[in-house]
């Protein structure tokens, strides 16, 4: 029986599958893509000797380490202006909090996207996506919630989704439309619930953009009772659920986003360790975003002894944003995580590929180099994958492959 044609075959790679916490490493390996998925991966000594025969392209990596396509789980990529005057505010003295308080952070940012035309928002997104693509990145998720108003949050989930036609990545947008209360709702909190509830949410669903629903629960922004009324609303209505947690204090997000049954509690630098109980009991990961403790000069690190302990999915993402985590260097990221939040190389690299693709329920068809699941693959000019944690600078990407085909930074899907 003749052999099926392969697309492309990568030889003479080592390779990281990230099937299990030890990364899956096949030194000396071999891997197949057909029709844009992979088609065998295995040690370079057992590629089959008709597949090779019947190959349309074979790419001799002369050793390089490849693994999947990254996968940013959470950013909010898509806004207008920047927050460099909050910057400069915190440089003297004020928190995060106390500038959101003023009228800054957050709604800063309402103002200048709201004041910004899709055009201006796509030019601005896609610059930040393809600073993510070089290294590595083929999977990003992106946040609304600088909208506040049914109109922008609506137009930013079509910024979104349209970065795809303009980088060499997939996207998945996320509605977070409770992000905080706009000024024309002060002292109306529960009237801006209630919009969120009844007329974003099915709005996002007919408009068919948004894949989950994410709620910023803190003193600053949502109370536990309204995050879970949202979340479980957006839940119901066939989203994925997420949730901005415990970030700034134990409001017990954790254990919230496990009884909503959310995919993911972000940030959590205060969890708790019932909470933490919770999350695991219930499957619930836990998505670490150190730029954003670095930025923000936090004094609290997330319990990842105790997360690890309870066999907690940890997942790793840059949070990019205009004020907590003005960052879109994977590479600064993975050093972070490892420096100030004590992930080994290992566990940083599991969580920007296998673990993030569970949190955007992704993981069946991306995050692991498996037959069957997207050729989505990054190439590293790298002797050991921890020189991905331990430098930093720019990004050791040889290539990246999006459904199997070697693209260029720029290059449209």
């Not at 106390?98 to 103002?111: E, H, K, N, P």
């Not at 409770?178 to 949410?201: K, Q, T, W």
């Not at 993402?317 to 050093?335: H, K, Q």
């Not at 190389?345 to 569970?358: C, D, K, N, Q, V």
Request: proline share 5%.
């Amino acid at each position: 029986m003749p052999h099926p044609r392969w697309d492309r075959i990568w030889t003479d790679v080592n390779l990281a599958t990230m099937t299990d916490a030890s990364l899956g490493i096949i030194e000396d390996g071999a891997i197949v893509s057909t029709g844009g998925r992979i088609a065998w991966v295995g040690r370079r000594a057992d590629l089959p000797e008709a597949g090779k025969r019947m190959a349309g392209d074979i790419i001799r990596c002369g050793g390089a380490w490849l693994t999947p396509g990254l996968i940013d789980c959470h950013t909010h990529i898509v806004f207008g202006g920047d927050r460099s005057g909050d910057f400069r505010r915190r440089l003297r003295g004020e928190s995060y909090g106390d500038i959101a308080r003023a009228g800054g952070g957050i709604m800063s940012t309402v103002r200048a996207t709201r004041d910004a035309s899709n055009e201006e928002l796509t030019v601005r997104a896609v610059a930040r996506g393809a600073e993510l693509a070089a290294w590595g990145v083929t999977t990003i998720e992106v946040k609304s919630g600088y909208g506040l108003d049914l109109p922008t949050e609506l137009r930013m989930l079509d910024v979104a989704a349209g970065l795809a036609d303009h980088l060499p990545v997939d996207i998945s947008p996320t509605l977070l439309a409770a992000h905080a209360i706009p000024p024309e709702y002060a002292g109306r909190r529960a009237g801006y619930v209630r919009l969120v509830i009844d007329e974003i949410i099915p709005a996002a669903l007919e408009q068919g953009r948004a894949t989950a629903v994410d709620v910023f629960c803190e003193d600053i922004a949502f109370t536990p009772a309204e995050s879970r009324a949202i979340l479980e609303a957006g839940i119901g209505a066939g989203l994925h659920g997420r949730l901005h947690a415990d970030q700034l204090s134990d409001l017990g997000g954790g254990a919230l986003a496990a009884a909503a049954g959310a995919r993911s509690a972000d940030h959590v630098e205060y969890l708790s360790r019932d909470g933490v109980r919770a999350m695991a009991a219930a499957g619930v990961c836990a998505v670490l975003l150190p730029g954003a403790a670095y930025t923000l000069g936090a004094d609290r690190r997330p319990p990842v002894g105790t997360l690890r302990q309870a066999g907690v999915t940890m997942a790793l993402a840059t949070d990019a944003n205009p004020g907590s985590s003005p960052i879109t260097n994977v590479g600064v990221i993975l050093n972070l995580a490892c420096i100030l939040f004590g992930l080994t190389p290992e566990e940083a690299l599991f969580g920007f590929t296998a673990a993030a693709a569970r949190v955007l329920g992704l993981e069946a068809d991306r995050g692991t180099l498996q037959p069957g699941k997207w050729a989505d693959l990054a190439l590293w000019n790298v002797r050991d994958l921890a020189e991905l944690c331990y430098w930093v600078g720019a990004s050791p990407l040889r290539s990246l492959v999006k459904h199997g085909v070697p693209r260029a930074l720029g290059q449209s899907m």
